[in-house]
RNA sequence: AGCGGGGUAGCUCAGUUGGUUAGAGCACAGGAUUCAUAACCCUGAGGUCACGGGUUCAAAUCCCGUCCCCGCUACCA
C-alpha cells in the first residue's frame, strides 16, 4: 500500500510565521494529511525549523542572544502559531537541534563526494575584518560603477537597475558596521548540478507530472543550472565533515544544503522515538513511498532541482518528489506581508479574537492556488457570515433546534415508504455536487472547500423544498423521515467539513450525538442514484447539546 | 535586464485539449417563506475576457507586439 511522506517546507528560525507563509505551505499540506488520514491512508507528516545561515547568526547578535537561544525562542514561537491553528505535524524540530541531523547532512557530503558530484574551488569574495565574516551580496553597500549612485547593493543598483556584480562595486562597504571590506581567497565546494542534470534530474523532471504553475518553471531552470556553492565560511552550522575537509577548517554547509536534508533526518529522530530507529528507510528509501512537499513559489527551484539532485546523487536509493503543489503568493491587501513594512499583524493576537478555524477556512477558500490572492480581514468577516455561519452553520441550527422542539431532542425514524423519495429530491438538490476529496487529493482546496459548502446549500434547498414546518402539522411521520434524511446528510457533512476545521466538525459531529472522533468516520461518498446505500441509520438516537456552530462576526467599527 | 506568473462581472476568483447566448461565490435588486444564526429558497441585473494586430468556419483560450501588477535571478533564506 502507498505511504505518503509529506514535508511542509522548514520555516526559518529567524522570526514569526505569517499568513503568507500559512497559506503556502502549511495550511494546505495540513488539510492533505488530514484528508488522507480519513481516507484511511498512511501518512507522516514532518517540519521542523530551518535555524542555520548568516541571516540567524546576525538576528541573534542583534537581540543580543547566542544562536541557539536565539533560534530555540523562534522555533518555539513558530510551533505556538501552527498549535493555534491546528497545524498538527507527526514530528516537529529543528536543524540545530535534532541529534540525527549534523550526522545525516555530513553523510550526503560524503556521499556525494564519493560519487564525484563535489568540485572544491577557490573564489574571491568580500570579507570584513570587524564583523569577522565575509559578506553576501546582500550585506555590501557601494558606489554603483554603472551609474554612479552611492546606494547600489551589492546585488543591485536601484537608481539604474543595473545587476550588479559584488566584486565590481567602487568603495564598497560592509552593510552591518560600514566599514570598507577586503577582498580575500577563500575555498568552496560546489555541488555538480550541472552533472547530475545530465545523468538523470533533467529526464526525471521531463517524465514527471507537475502542476502547470512549477513546470513552465522549471524549464527555464534546467536550461542553465550552474554549479552551486555548498559551503560557507562561519561557525554557525553543520561543519564540513573532517576527514573531507583537506585540512581546510572554519566551513560549515551551505543552509540551504543542510536544510531539506531536515526532513530526512526528523523522520529518522521520529522513528528512533517510536521504537523503530529503521522505519525512517520505509518512507524515504522505498518505492511505495509518495514523497509531496509542500512550498511556496519561491522554493521551486530548490525541491524540484536542488534536493532532487542531492537525493539521486549520494546514490543510495532515495526516492524522488512525487508531487511538489507549490503555491503561489498570498499577501496582505496592497501588498506582501512583511514585518519591516509593517503590513502584517499580531498573527498570534488575531487569533484569539478570530476563531482560529475560521480563518483556516477563509484562508482555505483564499489560498493562492493559480494565482497570487490576498488577505483581507473584511472580507474573513463576510466569508465567514456568508458561507460559514448562513449556510454550513444555519442548516445544522434549524435543522437540529427543529427536532430539539418537536421530536423531543431524537433524530426521528425514517419511515420506509418515504425512503425512495426523499432519496430521489434529494439527489435532485445535490445533482452538480463533486466529491470534495476528489478535489482534495489533487490539491484543489478551495475547489474542495467549496464542493463542501456546495453540499451545504444542496441540503438547505431539500430542506426548503420539504417545508417540514409545514408537513409536522398535517403529516408528523413524513417530517420525521425528512428530518432524519437531513441528519444523516448533516453527519456527512461534518465528515467532510473535518480536514478544513476540525474541531468545528467534531462539535456538529457530537450535536448529533454521534460518538468518538468525526475524523475516525471515514471519508463518504456523495450520495446518489449509484450510491444510494448512504444512510448509517440515525433514527431514535439522542441529540447532544446544541450550540452555534458558526457564529456571526460583528463588522468592525 | 533576463526568466516565470498574472491582468475575466463592484469584489474574490473558475474557465480542462480553441466550439453553441463567458461561469461560481460574495455584494446588490425584486419576490417567496418563517424551522433557523435578520438566516434559508427562487428570480434578476452585470463583463468590447488589459490594449493592438494576426491565424481560424470559430479565440478569454493559439501566435506577434504594447502597457500595468507580482515573484525569482541561486553563496539571502
Given at each position: 500500500m502507498t505511504r505518503h511522506l509529506v514535508t511542509s517546507a522548514l520555516p526559518y528560525a529567524n522570526g514569526p510565521i505569517h499568513l503568507g507563509h500559512v497559506a503556502g505551505a502549511y495550511l494546505p499540506a495540513d488539510l492533505y494529511v488530514r484528508g488522507l488520514r480519513q481516507m484511511g491512508e498512511e501518512v507522516l507528516f514532518v517540519c521542523g525549523a530551518d535555524e542555520h545561515g548568516v541571516a540567524i547568526t546576525i538576528g541573534a547578535e542583534k537581540a543580543k542572544q547566542g544562536y541557539d537561544e536565539y533560534v530555540e525562542h523562534w522555533r518555539g514561537d513558530i510551533k505556538k502559531t501552527f498549535d493555534s491553528l491546528g497545524i498538527a505535524f507527526d514530528t516537529w524540530s529543528g536543524t540545530s537541534v535534532c541529534p540525527d541531523h549534523e550526522e545525516t547532512t555530513q553523510e550526503f557530503f560524503r556521499l556525494l563526494d564519493d560519487q564525484g558530484y563535489l568540485i572544491r574551488r577557490e573564489i574571491e569574495q568580500l570579507y570584513c575584518t570587524k564583523d569577522e565574516m565575509y559578506l553576501a551580496d546582500r550585506y555590501v553597500?557601494?558606489?554603483?560603477?554603472?551609474c554612479g549612485a552611492e546606494n547600489a547593493r551589492g546585488d543591485?543598483?536601484?537608481?539604474?537597475?543595473?545587476?550588479?556584480?559584488t566584486l565590481r562595486l567602487k568603495e564598497p562597504r560592509c552593510k552591518l558596521c560600514g566599514g570598507p571590506p577586503e577582498r580575500?581567497?577563500?575555498?568552496?565546494?560546489?555541488?555538480?548540478?550541472p552533472a547530475l542534470r545530465d545523468k538523470k534530474i533533467a529526464k526525471w523532471i521531463e517524465d514527471h507530472d507537475w502542476k502547470s504553475n512549477v513546470s513552465a518553471f522549471i524549464k527555464g531552470l534546467l536550461k542553465d543550472a550552474p554549479e552551486r556553492a555548498i559551503t560557507r565560511d562561519m561557525k554557525w552550522g553543520v561543519p564540513v565533515p573532517e576527514d573531507r575537509a583537506e585540512g581546510i577548517s572554519g566551513k560549515v554547509l551551505y543552509v540551504w544544503f543542510d536544510a531539506p536534508i531536515g526532513y530526512i533526518s526528523f523522520t529518522k529522530e521520529w522513528a528512533r522515538k517510536q521504537g523503530r530507529p529503521d522505519d525512517w528507510k520505509l518512507w524515504w528509501q522505498n518505492d511505495e513511498t509518495h514523497l509531496t512537499h509542500f512550498i511556496g513559489k519561491d522554493n521551486i527551484p530548490f525541491h524540484c532541482l536542488v534536493f532532487p539532485s542531492m537525493l539521486w546523487g549520494t546514490g543510495q536509493n532515495y526516492i524522488?518528489?512525487?508531487?511538489?503543489?507549490?503555491?503561489?503568493?498570498?499577501?496582505?491587501?496592497?501588498?506582501?506581508?512583511?514585518?519591516?513594512e509593517g503590513r502584517t499583524f499580531d498573527l498570534e493576537e488575531y487569533l484569539k479574537e478570530i476563531d482560529p478555524e475560521v480563518v483556516r477556512c477563509y484562508l482555505t477558500a483564499t489560498l493562492p492556488e493559480t494565482a497570487d490572492a490576498e488577505f483581507k480581514k473584511e472580507d474573513l468577516v463576510t466569508f465567514n457570515n456568508s458561507s460559514l455561519a448562513s449556510n454550513l452553520g444555519n442548516l445544522g441550527s434549524r435543522v437540529?433546534?427543529?427536532i430539539a422542539k418537536n421530536f423531543d431532542s431524537q433524530i426521528p425514524e425514517l419511515a420506509p415508504e418515504h425512503e425512495a423519495d426523499l432519496d430521489k429530491l434529494l439527489f435532485e438538490c445535490s445533482a452538480s455536487c463533486e466529491d470534495p476529496?476528489?478535489?482534495?487529493?489533487?490539491?484543489?482546496?478551495?475547489?474542495?472547500?467549496?464542493?463542501?459548502?456546495?453540499l451545504a446549500t444542496a441540503a438547505n434547498v431539500f430542506m426548503q423544498r420539504c417545508e417540514p414546518w409545514k408537513t409536522n402539522k398535517t403529516d408528523p411521520v413524513l417530517a420525521g423521515s425528512q428530518l432524519n434524511t437531513l441528519c444523516e446528510w448533516i453527519a456527512l457533512l461534518a465528515?467532510?467539513?473535518?480536514?478544513?476545521?476540525p474541531g468545528k466538525a467534531q462539535e456538529l459531529w457530537q450535536q448529533l450525538g454521534a460518538e468518538g472522533e468525526v475524523s475516525q468516520g471515514g471519508w463518504p461518498k456523495v450520495p446518489s442514484a449509484e450510491n444510494p446505500q448512504w444512510r448509517s441509520g440515525l433514527g431514535g438516537r439522542a441529540l447532544g447539546e446544541l450550540g452555534t456552530l458558526f457564529p456571526r462576526i460583528d463588522a468592525p467599527e
Amino acid at each position: 500500500m502507498t505511504r505518503h511522506l509529506v514535508t511542509s517546507a522548514l520555516p526559518y528560525a529567524n522570526g514569526p510565521i505569517h499568513l503568507g507563509h500559512v497559506a503556502g505551505a502549511y495550511l494546505p499540506a495540513d488539510l492533505y494529511v488530514r484528508g488522507l488520514r480519513q481516507m484511511g491512508e498512511e501518512v507522516l507528516f514532518v517540519c521542523g525549523a530551518d535555524e542555520h545561515g548568516v541571516a540567524i547568526t546576525i538576528g541573534a547578535e542583534k537581540a543580543k542572544q547566542g544562536y541557539d537561544e536565539y533560534v530555540e525562542h523562534w522555533r518555539g514561537d513558530i510551533k505556538k502559531t501552527f498549535d493555534s491553528l491546528g497545524i498538527a505535524f507527526d514530528t516537529w524540530s529543528g536543524t540545530s537541534v535534532c541529534p540525527d541531523h549534523e550526522e545525516t547532512t555530513q553523510e550526503f557530503f560524503r556521499l556525494l563526494d564519493d560519487q564525484g558530484y563535489l568540485i572544491r574551488r577557490e573564489i574571491e569574495q568580500l570579507y570584513c575584518t570587524k564583523d569577522e565574516m565575509y559578506l553576501a551580496d546582500r550585506y555590501v553597500e557601494g558606489t554603483c560603477y554603472n551609474c554612479g549612485a552611492e546606494n547600489a547593493r551589492g546585488d543591485e543598483c536601484p537608481d539604474c537597475g543595473t545587476w550588479i556584480e559584488t566584486l565590481r562595486l567602487k568603495e564598497p562597504r560592509c552593510k552591518l558596521c560600514g566599514g570598507p571590506p577586503e577582498r580575500r581567497t577563500t575555498s568552496h565546494w560546489f555541488l555538480d548540478l550541472p552533472a547530475l542534470r545530465d545523468k538523470k534530474i533533467a529526464k526525471w523532471i521531463e517524465d514527471h507530472d507537475w502542476k502547470s504553475n512549477v513546470s513552465a518553471f522549471i524549464k527555464g531552470l534546467l536550461k542553465d543550472a550552474p554549479e552551486r556553492a555548498i559551503t560557507r565560511d562561519m561557525k554557525w552550522g553543520v561543519p564540513v565533515p573532517e576527514d573531507r575537509a583537506e585540512g581546510i577548517s572554519g566551513k560549515v554547509l551551505y543552509v540551504w544544503f543542510d536544510a531539506p536534508i531536515g526532513y530526512i533526518s526528523f523522520t529518522k529522530e521520529w522513528a528512533r522515538k517510536q521504537g523503530r530507529p529503521d522505519d525512517w528507510k520505509l518512507w524515504w528509501q522505498n518505492d511505495e513511498t509518495h514523497l509531496t512537499h509542500f512550498i511556496g513559489k519561491d522554493n521551486i527551484p530548490f525541491h524540484c532541482l536542488v534536493f532532487p539532485s542531492m537525493l539521486w546523487g549520494t546514490g543510495q536509493n532515495y526516492i524522488l518528489p512525487h508531487a511538489v503543489p507549490a503555491n503561489e503568493f498570498y499577501s496582505m491587501a496592497g501588498g506582501k506581508f512583511s514585518t519591516s513594512e509593517g503590513r502584517t499583524f499580531d498573527l498570534e493576537e488575531y487569533l484569539k479574537e478570530i476563531d482560529p478555524e475560521v480563518v483556516r477556512c477563509y484562508l482555505t477558500a483564499t489560498l493562492p492556488e493559480t494565482a497570487d490572492a490576498e488577505f483581507k480581514k473584511e472580507d474573513l468577516v463576510t466569508f465567514n457570515n456568508s458561507s460559514l455561519a448562513s449556510n454550513l452553520g444555519n442548516l445544522g441550527s434549524r435543522v437540529l433546534k427543529f427536532i430539539a422542539k418537536n421530536f423531543d431532542s431524537q433524530i426521528p425514524e425514517l419511515a420506509p415508504e418515504h425512503e425512495a423519495d426523499l432519496d430521489k429530491l434529494l439527489f435532485e438538490c445535490s445533482a452538480s455536487c463533486e466529491d470534495p476529496g476528489k478535489d482534495l487529493l489533487a490539491f484543489r482546496f478551495r475547489r474542495s472547500l467549496e464542493d463542501v459548502l456546495a453540499l451545504a446549500t444542496a441540503a438547505n434547498v431539500f430542506m426548503q423544498r420539504c417545508e417540514p414546518w409545514k408537513t409536522n402539522k398535517t403529516d408528523p411521520v413524513l417530517a420525521g423521515s425528512q428530518l432524519n434524511t437531513l441528519c444523516e446528510w448533516i453527519a456527512l457533512l461534518a465528515r467532510w467539513l473535518a480536514p478544513f476545521a476540525p474541531g468545528k466538525a467534531q462539535e456538529l459531529w457530537q450535536q448529533l450525538g454521534a460518538e468518538g472522533e468525526v475524523s475516525q468516520g471515514g471519508w463518504p461518498k456523495v450520495p446518489s442514484a449509484e450510491n444510494p446505500q448512504w444512510r448509517s441509520g440515525l433514527g431514535g438516537r439522542a441529540l447532544g447539546e446544541l450550540g452555534t456552530l458558526f457564529p456571526r462576526i460583528d463588522a468592525p467599527e
